[in-house]
DNA sequence: CTAAACTTTCAAAAATTACTGAAAATTCAA
DNA sequence: TTGAATTTTCAGTAATTTTTGAAAGTTTAG
Protein backbone atom coordinates (compact mmCIF):
# COMPACT_ATOMS: atom_id res chain seq x y z
CA UNK A 1 0.00 0.00 0.00
CA UNK A 2 1.10 3.58 -1.25
CA UNK A 3 1.19 5.97 1.28
CA UNK A 4 -0.24 9.47 0.41
CA UNK A 5 2.22 12.19 0.85
CA UNK A 6 0.04 14.19 3.16
CA UNK A 7 -0.35 10.49 5.47
CA UNK A 8 3.29 9.99 4.87
CA UNK A 9 4.83 13.60 5.96
CA UNK A 10 2.59 12.76 9.51
CA UNK A 11 3.84 9.15 9.55
CA UNK A 12 7.42 9.76 9.09
CA UNK A 13 7.10 12.91 11.88
CA UNK A 14 6.00 10.90 14.56
CA UNK A 15 8.59 8.24 13.55
CA UNK A 16 10.70 11.02 14.15
CA UNK A 17 9.27 12.36 17.32
CA UNK A 18 9.15 9.18 18.81
CA UNK A 19 12.10 9.59 20.24
CA UNK A 20 11.25 12.33 22.08
CA UNK A 21 8.56 11.01 23.01
CA UNK A 22 10.27 7.68 24.67
CA UNK A 23 9.10 5.64 22.15
CA UNK A 24 10.90 4.04 19.08
CA UNK A 25 10.65 5.15 15.54
CA UNK A 26 8.62 1.82 14.11
CA UNK A 27 6.20 2.43 16.91
CA UNK A 28 5.25 6.18 16.33
CA UNK A 29 5.29 5.00 12.39
CA UNK A 30 2.53 2.57 12.99
CA UNK A 31 0.33 4.40 15.60
CA UNK A 32 0.62 7.73 12.92
CA UNK A 33 -0.36 5.14 10.30
CA UNK A 34 -3.16 3.75 12.90
CA UNK A 35 -4.49 7.20 13.33
CA UNK A 36 -4.94 8.16 10.15
CA UNK A 37 -6.34 5.17 8.60
CA UNK A 38 -9.83 5.30 7.70
CA UNK A 39 -10.15 1.19 8.12
CA UNK A 40 -8.42 -1.26 10.57
CA UNK A 41 -5.27 -2.72 9.07
CA UNK A 42 -3.92 -5.90 9.47
CA UNK A 43 -0.38 -6.35 10.73
CA UNK A 44 1.43 -7.30 6.46
CA UNK A 45 -0.60 -4.10 5.14
CA UNK A 46 1.30 -2.09 8.14
CA UNK A 47 4.50 -4.36 7.63
CA UNK A 48 4.59 -2.95 4.07
CA UNK A 49 2.94 0.26 4.33
CA UNK A 50 5.79 1.50 6.38
CA UNK A 51 8.95 -0.79 5.00
CA UNK A 52 9.68 -2.88 8.49
CA UNK A 53 10.09 -6.30 8.83
CA UNK A 54 6.53 -8.51 9.64
CA UNK A 55 8.32 -9.58 13.16
CA UNK A 56 8.95 -5.45 14.01
CA UNK A 57 5.70 -4.73 13.31
CA UNK A 58 4.46 -7.29 15.51
CA UNK A 59 6.82 -6.06 18.30
CA UNK A 60 5.16 -2.81 17.30
CA UNK A 61 1.89 -3.82 17.97
CA UNK A 62 2.41 -5.32 21.11
CA UNK A 63 4.21 -2.20 22.50
CA UNK A 64 0.74 -0.55 21.73
CA UNK A 65 -1.14 -2.68 23.11
CA UNK A 66 0.55 -2.68 26.40
CA UNK A 67 -0.12 1.58 25.86
CA UNK A 68 -4.00 0.45 25.49
CA UNK A 69 -3.62 2.48 21.99
CA UNK A 70 -5.12 0.26 19.67
CA UNK A 71 -7.57 -1.82 19.47
CA UNK A 72 -7.95 -5.09 17.72
CA UNK A 73 -10.58 -6.30 15.65
CA UNK A 74 -11.62 -9.28 12.77
CA UNK A 75 -12.95 -9.31 9.15
CA UNK A 76 -15.95 -11.54 8.19
CA UNK A 77 -13.88 -14.40 6.80
CA UNK A 78 -10.37 -13.59 7.15
CA UNK A 79 -8.52 -14.68 10.69
CA UNK A 80 -5.75 -12.05 10.82
CA UNK A 81 -5.86 -9.41 13.13
CA UNK A 82 -7.27 -5.79 12.34
CA UNK A 83 -6.12 -2.80 13.79
CA UNK A 84 -7.45 0.51 14.82
CA UNK A 85 -6.52 3.46 16.80
CA UNK A 86 -9.53 4.39 18.77
CA UNK A 87 -11.87 7.25 16.86
CA UNK A 88 -11.91 9.58 20.14
CA UNK A 89 -9.53 11.75 20.29
CA UNK A 90 -9.54 12.18 23.93
CA UNK A 91 -9.75 9.12 25.02
CA UNK A 92 -6.61 9.30 23.32
CA UNK A 93 -5.28 11.82 25.60
CA UNK A 94 -6.49 10.47 28.28
CA UNK A 95 -5.06 7.01 27.98
CA UNK A 96 -2.22 8.39 27.33
CA UNK A 97 -2.39 10.54 30.40
CA UNK A 98 -2.77 7.70 32.61
CA UNK A 99 -0.16 5.21 30.78
CA UNK A 100 2.12 7.71 31.15
CA UNK A 101 1.64 8.83 35.10
CA UNK A 102 1.41 5.30 35.61
CA UNK A 103 5.13 4.33 34.01
CA UNK A 104 6.64 7.40 34.40
CA UNK A 105 5.30 9.31 37.98
CA UNK A 106 3.94 5.87 40.07
CA UNK A 107 7.29 5.09 40.66
CA UNK A 108 8.60 7.85 41.65
CA UNK A 109 6.16 8.35 44.11
CA UNK A 110 6.59 5.00 45.70
CA UNK A 111 10.37 5.74 45.92
CA UNK A 112 9.82 9.28 47.44
CA UNK A 113 7.53 7.45 49.90
CA UNK A 114 9.68 4.51 50.92
CA UNK A 115 12.61 7.13 50.87
CA UNK A 116 10.48 9.25 53.56
CA UNK A 117 10.74 6.61 56.05
CA UNK A 118 14.15 6.44 56.27
CA UNK A 119 16.10 8.29 59.29
CA UNK A 120 18.48 10.18 57.96
CA UNK A 121 22.12 10.51 59.30
CA UNK A 122 23.06 14.13 59.13
CA UNK A 123 22.23 17.30 58.33
CA UNK A 124 23.10 17.11 54.79
CA UNK A 125 21.18 13.99 54.74
CA UNK A 126 17.86 15.76 56.31
CA UNK A 127 18.33 18.33 53.81
CA UNK A 128 18.30 15.86 50.67
CA UNK A 129 14.93 14.35 52.78
CA UNK A 130 13.36 17.50 52.98
CA UNK A 131 13.67 18.25 49.27
CA UNK A 132 12.17 14.63 48.63
CA UNK A 133 9.43 15.57 50.15
CA UNK A 134 9.11 18.85 48.71
CA UNK A 135 9.31 16.80 45.15
CA UNK A 136 7.09 14.46 46.12
CA UNK A 137 4.17 16.74 47.74
CA UNK A 138 4.23 18.31 44.66
CA UNK A 139 3.75 15.80 42.53
CA UNK A 140 0.72 14.17 44.34
CA UNK A 141 -0.69 17.59 44.53
CA UNK A 142 -0.57 17.74 40.33
CA UNK A 143 -0.98 14.33 39.79
CA UNK A 144 -4.07 14.21 41.81
CA UNK A 145 -5.29 17.14 40.06
CA UNK A 146 -5.04 15.85 36.96
CA UNK A 147 -6.86 12.81 37.81
CA UNK A 148 -9.78 14.99 39.18
CA UNK A 149 -9.81 17.05 35.86
CA UNK A 150 -9.69 13.32 34.32
CA UNK A 151 -13.04 12.37 35.75
CA UNK A 152 -14.60 15.05 34.59
CA UNK A 153 -17.11 14.69 30.91
CA UNK A 154 -15.71 15.80 28.65
CA UNK A 155 -18.19 18.69 27.57
CA UNK A 156 -17.22 20.34 31.53
CA UNK A 157 -13.32 19.87 30.93
CA UNK A 158 -13.61 21.85 27.79
CA UNK A 159 -15.59 24.24 28.90
CA UNK A 160 -13.09 24.55 31.81
CA UNK A 161 -10.40 25.13 29.64
CA UNK A 162 -12.14 27.10 27.24
CA UNK A 163 -12.16 29.42 30.23
CA UNK A 164 -8.42 28.90 30.77
CA UNK A 165 -7.21 31.55 33.00
CA UNK A 166 -10.28 33.37 33.48
CA UNK A 167 -11.57 30.63 36.33
CA UNK A 168 -9.72 32.76 38.61
CA UNK A 169 -12.59 35.08 38.34
CA UNK A 170 -14.59 32.42 39.37
CA UNK A 171 -12.51 31.73 42.93
CA UNK A 172 -12.68 34.81 43.51
CA UNK A 173 -16.20 35.14 43.55
CA UNK A 174 -16.50 32.00 45.67
CA UNK A 175 -14.15 33.24 48.14
CA UNK A 176 -16.84 36.24 48.47
CA UNK A 177 -19.71 33.96 48.51
CA UNK A 178 -18.43 31.55 51.16
CA UNK A 179 -17.47 34.61 53.56
CA UNK A 180 -20.40 36.11 53.25
CA UNK A 181 -22.90 33.01 53.30
CA UNK A 182 -20.65 31.63 56.29
CA UNK A 183 -19.75 28.22 54.01
CA UNK A 184 -16.63 26.82 54.68
CA UNK A 185 -13.76 29.39 55.43
CA UNK A 186 -10.46 29.95 53.33
CA UNK A 187 -7.64 28.99 55.22
CA UNK A 188 -4.85 31.47 55.77
CA UNK A 189 -5.13 35.37 55.13
CA UNK A 190 -6.70 36.00 51.51
CA UNK A 191 -5.00 38.07 48.94
CA UNK A 192 -6.64 39.02 45.70
CA UNK A 193 -6.30 36.57 43.11
CA UNK A 194 -4.52 37.52 40.51
CA UNK A 195 -2.85 36.33 36.91
CA UNK A 196 0.77 37.24 37.05
CA UNK A 197 1.89 38.76 33.41
CA UNK A 198 4.44 36.82 32.24
CA UNK B 1 32.46 12.93 48.00
CA UNK B 2 30.64 9.34 49.33
CA UNK B 3 26.98 9.48 49.22
CA UNK B 4 24.72 8.59 51.61
CA UNK B 5 22.19 5.13 51.27
CA UNK B 6 19.23 7.67 51.34
CA UNK B 7 20.99 10.32 48.33
CA UNK B 8 22.54 7.08 46.72
CA UNK B 9 18.81 5.55 46.47
CA UNK B 10 17.48 8.86 44.87
CA UNK B 11 20.22 9.14 42.61
CA UNK B 12 19.95 5.72 41.57
CA UNK B 13 16.09 5.83 41.01
CA UNK B 14 16.50 9.00 38.87
CA UNK B 15 19.38 7.56 36.65
CA UNK B 16 17.06 4.49 35.82
CA UNK B 17 13.94 6.54 35.14
CA UNK B 18 15.56 8.75 33.11
CA UNK B 19 15.26 6.31 29.60
CA UNK B 20 11.50 6.96 30.61
CA UNK B 21 11.80 10.55 31.01
CA UNK B 22 13.80 10.76 27.44
CA UNK B 23 17.01 11.57 29.46
CA UNK B 24 20.03 9.41 30.07
CA UNK B 25 21.56 8.00 33.30
CA UNK B 26 24.29 10.32 33.58
CA UNK B 27 22.07 13.48 32.95
CA UNK B 28 19.53 12.01 35.60
CA UNK B 29 21.60 11.42 38.19
CA UNK B 30 23.67 14.63 38.12
CA UNK B 31 20.04 16.29 38.27
CA UNK B 32 18.98 14.16 41.38
CA UNK B 33 21.99 14.95 43.35
CA UNK B 34 21.82 18.85 42.37
CA UNK B 35 18.16 18.59 43.45
CA UNK B 36 19.25 16.94 46.60
CA UNK B 37 22.25 18.82 47.45
CA UNK B 38 22.68 20.78 50.55
CA UNK B 39 25.19 23.46 48.78
CA UNK B 40 25.95 24.05 44.97
CA UNK B 41 28.49 21.35 43.48
CA UNK B 42 31.48 21.51 41.04
CA UNK B 43 31.58 19.36 38.11
CA UNK B 44 34.58 17.65 39.81
CA UNK B 45 32.95 16.87 42.60
CA UNK B 46 29.86 15.55 40.65
CA UNK B 47 31.77 13.49 38.73
CA UNK B 48 33.84 12.04 41.44
CA UNK B 49 30.35 11.26 43.78
CA UNK B 50 28.51 9.78 40.90
CA UNK B 51 31.68 8.08 39.26
CA UNK B 52 31.21 9.12 36.02
CA UNK B 53 34.47 10.46 33.67
CA UNK B 54 34.82 14.61 34.04
CA UNK B 55 33.97 15.06 30.32
CA UNK B 56 30.34 12.94 30.48
CA UNK B 57 29.58 15.07 33.09
CA UNK B 58 30.53 18.20 31.51
CA UNK B 59 28.01 17.28 28.41
CA UNK B 60 25.69 16.08 31.19
CA UNK B 61 25.59 19.60 32.85
CA UNK B 62 25.33 20.97 29.10
CA UNK B 63 22.15 19.13 28.16
CA UNK B 64 20.59 20.17 32.17
CA UNK B 65 21.27 24.14 31.16
CA UNK B 66 20.20 23.59 27.63
CA UNK B 67 16.27 22.10 29.61
CA UNK B 68 17.19 25.25 31.92
CA UNK B 69 17.71 23.36 35.19
CA UNK B 70 20.72 24.33 36.34
CA UNK B 71 22.00 27.34 37.91
CA UNK B 72 25.60 28.55 38.25
CA UNK B 73 26.99 30.35 40.82
CA UNK B 74 30.68 30.39 42.10
CA UNK B 75 32.62 30.82 45.04
CA UNK B 76 35.44 33.15 46.25
CA UNK B 77 38.85 32.56 45.52
CA UNK B 78 37.64 29.39 43.23
CA UNK B 79 37.46 29.68 39.83
CA UNK B 80 35.42 26.46 39.12
CA UNK B 81 31.81 26.68 38.38
CA UNK B 82 29.68 25.78 40.98
CA UNK B 83 26.05 24.16 40.19
CA UNK B 84 22.88 23.94 41.68
CA UNK B 85 18.67 23.01 41.07
CA UNK B 86 16.44 26.00 41.73
CA UNK B 87 15.11 25.58 45.59
CA UNK B 88 11.23 26.26 44.42
CA UNK B 89 9.66 23.17 43.12
CA UNK B 90 7.05 24.83 41.21
CA UNK B 91 9.37 26.74 39.14
CA UNK B 92 11.01 23.27 38.17
CA UNK B 93 7.72 22.16 37.21
CA UNK B 94 7.11 25.05 35.39
CA UNK B 95 10.40 24.90 33.42
CA UNK B 96 9.92 21.18 32.68
CA UNK B 97 6.42 21.47 31.42
CA UNK B 98 7.56 24.39 29.30
CA UNK B 99 10.59 23.20 28.07
CA UNK B 100 8.38 19.50 27.45
CA UNK B 101 5.85 21.66 25.62
CA UNK B 102 8.73 23.44 23.22
CA UNK B 103 10.64 20.24 21.94
CA UNK B 104 8.23 17.54 22.46
CA UNK B 105 4.55 19.37 21.26
CA UNK B 106 5.54 22.35 19.12
CA UNK B 107 7.24 20.91 16.28
CA UNK B 108 3.87 18.80 16.11
CA UNK B 109 1.68 21.43 16.16
CA UNK B 110 3.72 23.40 13.16
CA UNK B 111 3.60 19.82 11.18
CA UNK B 112 0.09 19.88 11.61
CA UNK B 113 -0.91 23.06 10.81
CA UNK B 114 1.29 23.03 7.95
CA UNK B 115 -0.17 20.01 6.27
CA UNK B 116 -3.94 20.96 7.05
CA UNK B 117 -3.09 23.50 4.19
CA UNK B 118 -2.52 20.52 1.37
CA UNK B 119 -5.01 19.23 -0.41
CA UNK B 120 -6.01 15.60 -0.09
CA UNK B 121 -6.04 13.59 -2.93
CA UNK B 122 -8.30 11.47 -2.38
CA UNK B 123 -11.83 10.28 0.15
CA UNK B 124 -9.04 8.44 2.30
CA UNK B 125 -6.54 11.10 2.15
CA UNK B 126 -9.41 13.53 3.07
CA UNK B 127 -10.19 11.36 6.24
CA UNK B 128 -6.74 11.45 7.53
CA UNK B 129 -6.28 15.38 6.60
CA UNK B 130 -9.87 15.60 9.35
CA UNK B 131 -8.15 13.32 11.97
CA UNK B 132 -4.94 15.52 11.97
CA UNK B 133 -7.41 18.24 12.24
CA UNK B 134 -9.19 16.86 15.17
CA UNK B 135 -5.32 15.81 17.14
CA UNK B 136 -4.62 19.29 16.10
CA UNK B 137 -7.68 21.19 17.97
CA UNK B 138 -6.92 19.23 21.00
CA UNK B 139 -3.47 19.56 21.46
CA UNK B 140 -4.34 23.57 21.07
CA UNK B 141 -7.13 23.65 23.33
CA UNK B 142 -5.05 21.63 26.01
CA UNK B 143 -1.92 23.01 25.71
CA UNK B 144 -3.26 26.60 25.76
CA UNK B 145 -5.16 25.69 28.73
CA UNK B 146 -1.98 24.54 30.70
CA UNK B 147 -0.18 28.18 29.65
CA UNK B 148 -3.19 29.57 31.22
CA UNK B 149 -2.87 28.03 34.29
CA UNK B 150 1.16 28.51 33.92
CA UNK B 151 0.47 32.03 34.21
CA UNK B 152 -1.11 31.80 37.45
CA UNK B 153 0.59 32.48 40.60
CA UNK B 154 1.33 29.70 42.76
CA UNK B 155 -0.94 30.35 45.63
CA UNK B 156 -3.96 30.70 43.34
CA UNK B 157 -3.10 27.48 41.03
CA UNK B 158 -2.57 25.90 44.02
CA UNK B 159 -5.95 26.86 45.39
CA UNK B 160 -7.80 25.65 42.41
CA UNK B 161 -5.80 22.58 42.17
CA UNK B 162 -6.74 21.59 45.75
CA UNK B 163 -10.60 22.30 44.38
CA UNK B 164 -9.97 19.67 42.26
CA UNK B 165 -12.93 18.31 40.66
CA UNK B 166 -15.21 20.61 43.13
CA UNK B 167 -14.39 23.19 39.95
CA UNK B 168 -17.53 22.18 38.30
CA UNK B 169 -19.60 23.89 41.46
CA UNK B 170 -18.18 27.05 40.15
CA UNK B 171 -19.15 26.24 36.62
CA UNK B 172 -22.78 25.66 37.51
CA UNK B 173 -22.98 28.69 39.59
CA UNK B 174 -21.54 30.71 37.04
CA UNK B 175 -24.08 29.65 34.18
CA UNK B 176 -26.69 30.70 36.71
CA UNK B 177 -25.28 33.78 37.57
CA UNK B 178 -24.65 34.92 33.89
CA UNK B 179 -28.12 33.62 32.76
CA UNK B 180 -29.48 35.66 35.30
CA UNK B 181 -27.70 38.75 35.47
CA UNK B 182 -27.10 39.01 32.19
CA UNK B 183 -23.41 38.31 31.83
CA UNK B 184 -21.91 37.12 28.57
CA UNK B 185 -24.08 34.53 27.64
CA UNK B 186 -22.89 30.75 27.14
CA UNK B 187 -22.46 29.54 23.60
CA UNK B 188 -25.19 27.21 22.30
CA UNK B 189 -27.37 24.64 24.64
CA UNK B 190 -25.97 24.49 28.02
CA UNK B 191 -26.93 21.11 29.66
CA UNK B 192 -26.11 20.90 33.91
CA UNK B 193 -22.54 19.99 34.23
CA UNK B 194 -21.94 16.70 35.63
CA UNK B 195 -19.17 14.50 36.80
CA UNK B 196 -19.08 11.25 35.45
CA UNK B 197 -18.11 8.63 38.09
CA UNK B 198 -15.26 6.30 36.33
C1' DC C 1 52.48 37.54 27.93
C1' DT C 2 52.78 33.01 30.36
C1' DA C 3 51.48 29.33 32.92
C1' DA C 4 48.33 27.15 35.76
C1' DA C 5 43.58 25.98 36.46
C1' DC C 6 39.81 24.61 34.57
C1' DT C 7 36.39 23.29 30.69
C1' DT C 8 35.10 21.49 26.32
C1' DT C 9 35.66 18.78 22.24
C1' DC C 10 36.29 14.68 19.79
C1' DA C 11 37.43 10.11 18.02
C1' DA C 12 37.07 5.73 19.43
C1' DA C 13 35.33 2.02 22.60
C1' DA C 14 31.54 0.19 25.13
C1' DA C 15 26.89 -0.42 25.97
C1' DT C 16 22.36 -0.39 24.67
C1' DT C 17 18.57 -0.64 21.66
C1' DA C 18 16.32 -1.67 17.25
C1' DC C 19 15.68 -4.71 13.47
C1' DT C 20 15.70 -8.88 10.72
C1' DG C 21 14.94 -13.61 8.88
C1' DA C 22 14.26 -18.06 10.11
C1' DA C 23 12.20 -21.17 12.99
C1' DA C 24 8.81 -22.30 16.51
C1' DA C 25 4.34 -21.80 18.19
C1' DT C 26 -0.44 -21.01 17.80
C1' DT C 27 -4.92 -21.01 15.79
C1' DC C 28 -8.60 -22.84 13.37
C1' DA C 29 -11.03 -24.99 9.38
C1' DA C 30 -11.80 -29.29 7.57
C1' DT D 1 -6.05 -34.86 14.06
C1' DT D 2 -3.88 -32.56 10.30
C1' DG D 3 -2.04 -28.81 7.88
C1' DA D 4 -2.44 -24.19 6.11
C1' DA D 5 -2.54 -19.54 7.71
C1' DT D 6 -0.96 -16.49 10.84
C1' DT D 7 1.62 -14.73 14.81
C1' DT D 8 5.40 -14.73 17.98
C1' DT D 9 9.97 -15.67 19.51
C1' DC D 10 14.74 -15.45 19.26
C1' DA D 11 19.62 -15.37 18.05
C1' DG D 12 22.37 -12.69 15.43
C1' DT D 13 23.36 -8.26 13.13
C1' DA D 14 22.91 -3.41 12.48
C1' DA D 15 22.31 1.09 14.15
C1' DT D 16 22.32 4.30 17.68
C1' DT D 17 23.58 6.22 21.94
C1' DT D 18 26.54 6.70 25.82
C1' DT D 19 30.94 7.01 27.86
C1' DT D 20 35.71 7.74 28.08
C1' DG D 21 40.59 9.52 27.86
C1' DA D 22 43.38 12.45 25.57
C1' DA D 23 44.04 16.62 23.35
C1' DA D 24 42.69 21.21 22.43
C1' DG D 25 40.65 25.33 24.05
C1' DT D 26 39.69 29.07 27.41
C1' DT D 27 40.25 32.00 31.18
C1' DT D 28 42.62 34.58 34.50
C1' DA D 29 46.21 35.62 38.07
C1' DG D 30 50.52 37.25 38.23
Redesign the interface.
Known sequence: MQL????Q??VL?FGE?G????INRTVGQIYALL????RPLNADEIAESLGFSRSNVSIGLKELESWNLVRLSHQPGDRREYFSAPDD??AI?RTLAEERRR??ID??LS?LRE?QL?T??????K???R??Q??YE?IL??T??FN??????I??L????????R??K??E??DK?SGAVGGKPAEGKR?P??????
Open positions: SPLIRFHMSRWGFTAAVWFREPTMVEPSDPDDHAQRMEMLLVGWDMQKLDATEKLMRLGSVTLLVKLKARTKKE
